[in-house]
């Protein structure tokens, strides 16, 4: 079992910039590919970020790349997102999961979830 604890997430300006951190307990978090989703009420559930278990890979969807940068400590079991250039329509609950294995874009193939964290962004 993995545990999953994001924090951080609170109201912020547009064009503001914002750090949520996804603490990790349990199984060898160096072994986990972990990634960043978000959901708003009434839509799915949004790839954001992944990054490889050694740190070394990272990966987005054209929506938020250029501004936000995925990171992890291993050493502090510890995931990090980093938003720049905040808009509206991140406006989300944002979770941090992880898998063991390589990472994917794609929910349905992450094990561990965390309960999320509200990130609002005003205009």
């Known amino acids: 079992q993995v545990q999953l604890v994001e924090s951080g997430g609170r109201l912020v300006q547009a064009g503001g910039s914002l750090r949520v951190s996804c603490a990790a307990s349990?199984?060898?978090?160096?072994?986990?590919?972990l990634g960043w989703f978000r959901q708003s009420p009434g839509k799915e559930r949004e790839f954001v970020a992944a990054?490889?278990?050694?740190?070394?890979?990272?990966y987005y969807p054209d929506s938020v790349k250029g501004r936000f940068t995925i990171s992890r400590d291993n050493a502090k079991n510890t995931v990090y997102l980093q938003m720049n250039s905040l808009k509206p329509e991140d406006t989300a609950v944002y979770y941090c999961?992880?898998?063991?294995?390589?990472?994917?874009?794609?929910?349905?193939?992450?094990?561990?979830w965390g309960q999320g964290t509200q990130v609002t962004v005003s205009s």
């Open positions: 999961a992880a898998r063991p294995g390589d990472t994917s874009a794609d929910p349905d193939e992450y094990d561990y």
């Open positions: 349990g199984r060898t978090f160096r072994n986990y590919s």
């Open positions: 990054i490889s278990w050694s740190g070394g890979r990272t």
